[in-house]
């Protein structure tokens, strides 16, 4: 009875709070990027451009996956993202068999999607070697690799499955290399400059190219398609803001791209400090750029990483431990509700995420939080209702009996006595989730949903220590936190009669 | 005490003195015992635990259920209240069959005291007694004054009231047991070893503090016991068991008078050697 009087106050307050936070006015413009340097940099740019306009603009940068920043521009919860046209042909729209770029523009267009660009660089695939390797063996394209079978090739993990990367250009070449491999892109890198390796996979705006020296390979075949970079754009967007991004088209030169990735990858500058110089020098938009303090964004991040926890936390305490009260009163369905839940923990965090995107749109809830809300609640169901049961069930024979000798009922009988019994196991349980969930919160950022996965994977993609523990360091601060508070919890919500201990 | 829900004339009769004759022949008046048990059986997993039994126990009446282990006089006892529903057979209370659709509500008639006082932890000894009264919505002040009542009557230590079961003596914990059985005014007390857990001086205080309060309350009784002398110092009537069955339902005198079978002669013996063995070494 005190149990469900002093947690239920508290949900109440946690929900409100949350809808508070979600409250917050939805920005006129919302623009995305994918997970890589350069796609932030252009929603970077995009951002100051309309802006300038004076619409608020949002930039939910780094979502992992091409299908997800898709499907949020289709659903406006995006209005613009930049994206390649060799993508687009070769993989968003690969059952249209598209010839041409005006093609292209009319099959967007059917779907309510304007395409600005091309932007002026090409960033396609390309075969990378040492400048001084590829002189001394005399290779200056593709072609000429079959010459050298004896090289060793590694290639990204990606280019080596997708069926425009090394299946296609290996039949198109006829390459047979005796030693091909798959590796993460940043470290092929490492690799080809220590030796390791002879070729590599390179986008043609990377700006290692430059820095390590590489040469690039000729595509004498003309095997790989053209990759420009173009914006998409909803066509329901304030005009003005369409305008703006129009100015886009051909104003970024290949090696201006090339020197923007570079100032941000190795130089460490910030995205929208390049991104403003550019909108300031190319296209005569004057910027104001808000550097955020590491206090501001602490204060972004918490907040985000605060309201996945929050919601998700307090639904799932809502409904696991009646879920864990049924499981105790019938071992049948018990069975079932533990099993489910139990399944739904061995789903990846990142599969989950990306089979909940499309059901929760379709139910209308809005803004990428609520995927990540809605798995981070199905990961916290497991371990309240293994525990409300397992609590539940604990409860001696005696008690039990002498609680039916009174003569409560069933429902009268978990309320006064099971339940109150069974409070610091489900407590326990709760104290669990609380934790797991505050770190699989992090992972929200691959979606867009914020919180301290955002620095996190920020600090991943430019190599930067300090970004990292500016999300790691906080989130586990917050575990501790939840922890700690929850302990406390444990004094004002479990009966002293089964909190003190009677030496004997 | 109030005795509620009962016709008058019942209490005129049990208060009579000597109780022991009186119950006899109020039983043969009456035509509605209190409890009355016909063929009642009950096996767990093959194993028969009571066999056949058939019992009347009328008002005011004193009874103890006595036995070696295992003899089924606890399940007996369980299934007056419905905690065990026998296989085949009928338990009446009042007349009503008990059944699992009637058992709760005939159970707020029945107190039920079992040996470790079955408290609950999470409670007070306060908040134990009054938890069933504020379950039936009495009133605060009405449920204040039944609890000092009833610990002036079970002579609960002052201060006692506001601790946990954890907190209390065994004996503390069986007073407070017997206050929230008596809590509703029950008809009936049913009694499971209720002095088992306790060490000897404890329990010869609580013995005869329980005899004084049942004489005070002249409800209908039923005590499990597995002690004689404890019988013999709360029974109206005696019901000796074995193997599931009731070898001999007497007066606690006619077991050593007239014993059914030898068994019965052999089960008094047996706890009467301790104190002849002293009384042997004394002379």
Partial sequence: MRLTRTILPCVAVLLVFVAVACGEDRADVRIGSKSFTESVILGEIATHLVRDTGLSVEHR???????????ALLAGQLDAYPEYTGTLIQEILAGQSIENDDALSEALAEVGIVMVGPLGFNNTYAMGMLKDNARRLNVMSVSDLRKHPDLSFGFSNEFMARGDGWPGLSKTYGLTPANVRGLNHDLAYRSIVDGTLDVIDIYTTDAEIEEYG??????????????????????????????????????ISQSRMVAMNARVKLHGEPETVVGAEFVTEELGVETEIEVLTLGQRLMHTTLDHLTLVGISLGAAILIAIPLGVVSAMKPGPGQVIIGACGIVQTIPSLALLVILMKPVRWAGADGFAAPAIVALFLYSLLPIVRNTATGITNVSATLRESATALGLGAGARMKLVELPLASPMILAGIKTSAVINVGFATLGALIGAGGYGQPIMTGIRLDDYRLILEGAVPAALLALMVQGLFELAERLLVPRGLRIRVAH | MRLTMRPAGRNQVVSTFPRRSVVLSFMTNR???????????????????????????????????????????????????????????????????????????????????IQDGGLFPHLTAYENVALMARHCGRGANEIRDRVGALSELTRLEVGTLDRYPVEMSGGQRQRVSLMRALMLDPEVLLLDEPLGSLDPLIRAD??????????????????????????????DRIVLMREGRIVQADEPINLLRRPAEPFVTKFVQAQRQAVDVMRGLEA
């Fill in chain 1, 61 to 71: 940068r780094e979502i992992v996956g091409t299908r997800i920043l898709w499907q």
């Fill in chain 1, 214 to 251: 590489l040469a690039m390979l000729e595509d004498d075949l003309h095997y790989f398609p053209r990759y420009d970079a173009v914006f998409l754009v909803r066509d329901d967007i304030e005009p003005t803001a369409l305008n703006a991004l129009r100015k886009l088209s051909g104003s």
């Fill in chain 2, 31 to 113: 035509d509605q015992p209190v409890f009355s048990l016909k063929g009642v059986t009950k096996s767990f997993g093959g194993h028969i635990a009571i066999n056949d039994i058939s019992l009347s126990i009328g008002d005011g009446e004193t009874v103890v259920l006595i036995g070696p282990s295992g003899c089924g006089k606890s399940t007996l006892l369980r299934s007056f209240n419905g905690l065990i529903l026998p296989d085949c057979g009928v338990v009446r209370f009042d007349g009503e069959i008990v059944s699992a659709e009637t058992s709760e509500s005939m159970r707020r008639r029945m107190g039920y005291v």
């Fill in chain 2, 206 to 235: 609580l013995q005869s503090d329980l005899k004084r309060i049942f004489d005070s309350l002249k409800k209908t009784l039923v005590l499990v016991t597995h002690d004689m002398s404890e019988a013999v110092f709360f029974a």
